[in-house]
């Protein structure tokens, strides 16, 4: 085998060539990895100590006395690194490993490694009859990491920051859906009126304010989904846009309009092209566009208390004989107008925010992997 040139100031290592000042060494020689055992949901509410959920049952503890503060969660099922720092000794209710922050190293910069480390992590856990990452599985990870705790202190410090803008941006964007929901439960049921507006609100069922037409002819035929393709097959339920397909045929295009799950009464508002996974569903849309805006109508609904008592289709035989108080058209086009400017707001946030975790990865991949150095 053809020996390989090191450049100056770095060395080969079994993990590749790394700088001089960086070693490899095992995670189990430098951590202390505990395995936490089961106790009961009677114990966790005695001892009043905070409860880290993966799962909400059951709950685990190591019942070593002098715990630190920062530890690293591994959850044993999906090897997902978690960070916590509380005052009291925490429960964690999930099967799962911990490392407690030393001496020797940043436990901040341990963490991060660990997220990048996740899929490797997850293949060399043992099987048993479910999936299972026991310490001995984490302890013979080798891991890059620099001799200078300040160099993995100011790492860790890069990344930490880049952690609590992304939390920041999170409490954002849920503090202004909080709004916007109060917002409309002001607006939508007429306790607080725009300016200018004082005409009465008219009581209307939904058949009254939308037509539907079934999806049978937009429901998409092949099952191969990719995300190179371009058509969306939408459902109406939480997962909205469940795939991607080719399909470039049969599409519907007359939107905006609302699409309705019939079993669930979930629905979303659509504005683009789209087809659909199953007949389950029904697209509702105007029956008069001059006198009412699609967009009021979807969010009216959103606040419509509708009690489902059987597995059945509920559209036609109950939800379409709903009432809704309906301002006139101008007042519906202002309240509407309230509400878009709202959820482009929070949609811009979001964006954001996906924007700074894909930074954080990035800069995971050059920081922890020394391409990029910090001087």
């Not at 099922?77 to 000794?89: D, I, L, P």
């Not at 459902?235 to 519907?252: G, M, P, R």
């Not at 009690?307 to 709903?322: N, V």
Request: proline letters at 4%; one cysteine or more; a positive charge.
């Amino acid at each position: 085998m053809q020996d390989i040139k090191v450049k100056p100031w770095y060395k080969m290592t079994e993990l590749g060539v790394i700088p001089e000042d960086w070693e490899m060494i095992k995670l189990g020689d430098i951590c202390d990895i505990l395995k936490w055992q089961l106790i009961t949901s009677d114990t966790c509410i005695k001892w009043n100590i905070p409860v880290i959920a993966w799962w909400k049952q059951p709950a685990y503890y190591h019942n070593k006395s002098n715990r630190k503060h920062n530890t690293i969660t591994i959850s044993a099922s999906w090897a997902n690194a978690g960070y916590v720092n509380f005052h009291k000794n925490p429960i964690f209710a999930s099967d799962c490993s911990t490392i407690e922050e030393g001496k020797n190293y940043s436990i901040y910069f341990i963490y991060n490694y660990l997220q990048l480390l996740q899929k490797t992590i997850y293949r060399s856990q043992t099987w048993w009859a479910q999936p299972h990452i026991h310490p001995s599985d984490l302890k013979p990870i080798n891991i890059h990491f620099p001799k200078s705790i300040d160099e993995q202190e100011l790492i860790a410090k890069v990344l930490s920051n880049s952690d609590e803008l992304i939390k920041f941006l999170d409490k954002l964007i849920e503090k202004k859906e909080k709004i916007k929901e109060w917002t409309m439960q002001e607006l939508l049921t007429w306790k607080r009126r725009l300016p200018w507006f004082d005409w009465k609100w008219k009581e209307k069922e939904i058949w009254e304010l939308l037509d539907y037409e079934q999806p049978w002819n937009y429901i998409v035929k092949d099952t191969e989904y990719n995300n190179k393709y371009k058509m969306p097959v939408l459902t109406a339920n939480k997962a909205f846009i469940l795939w991607y397909t080719y399909e470039n045929f049969w599409i519907f295009e007359n939107t905006p309009v609302i699409i309705f799950d019939d079993f669930t009464i979930l629905n979303k508002y659509v504005d683009f092209p789209f087809k659909v996974k199953s007949s389950a569903m029904k697209i509702l849309k105007l029956r008069d566009k001059s006198k009412n805006i699609l967009k009021f109508i979807y969010e009216r609904m959103q606040m419509i208390y509708f009690t489902m008592w059987d597995h059945k289709r509920y559209y036609l035989w109950e939800y379409q004989f709903e009432k809704v108080l309906m301002p006139d058209y101008d007042e519906q086009k202002a309240i509407s107008k309230v509400l878009s400017d709202m959820d482009n707001e929070i949609e811009n946030l979001k964006m954001k925010r996906d924007k700074y975790k894909k930074l954080k990865e990035w800069m995971m991949q050059e920081l922890l992997t020394w391409k990029i150095r910090l001087v």
